[in-house]
């Protein structure tokens, strides 16, 4: 059964930071790219940052450069998403997702065919 499952998500204050796990069971990770996306209350859905399976890093948000950081551990099969100077912006549930290949596309969810739970990051002073 394929499955992605995030974790680490909580409340953090503005200028904190979190990292997320993604862990991916009844696949083999190293041959899929993995992409965070999120999703704030009354907006929707957007493409955060992605790591291909040859390690490249896209991102689609400028407001995160700098501040996030994507990595992956094929041995554990778990993508991590360090997310460091939160703002209160970064507030939504994030979501990790499997695309349909090795590369990260466009970030886009139609181009991914797996998703986790989510986890809630909450920014909050």
């Known amino acids: 059964q394929l499955q992605l499952v995030e974790s680490g998500g909580g409340l953090v204050q503005p200028g904190g930071s979190l990292r997320l796990s993604c862990a991916a069971s009844g696949f083999t990770l190293a041959y899929y790219a993995i992409g965070w996306f999120r999703q704030a209350p009354g907006k929707e859905r957007e493409g955060v940052v992605c790591i291909s399976s040859d390690g490249s890093r896209t991102t689609n948000l400028d407001s995160v450069l700098g501040r996030f950081t994507i990595s992956r551990d094929n041995a554990k099969n778990t993508v991590y998403l360090q997310m460091n100077s939160l703002k209160t912006e970064d507030t939504a549930v994030y979501y990790c997702?499997?695309?349909?290949?090795?590369?990260?596309?466009?970030?886009?969810?139609?181009?991914?065919?797996?998703w986790g739970q989510g986890t809630q990051v909450t920014v909050s002073s």
């Open positions: 997702a499997r695309s349909r290949g090795g590369l990260c596309g466009s970030i886009r969810g139609s181009e991914y065919d797996t």
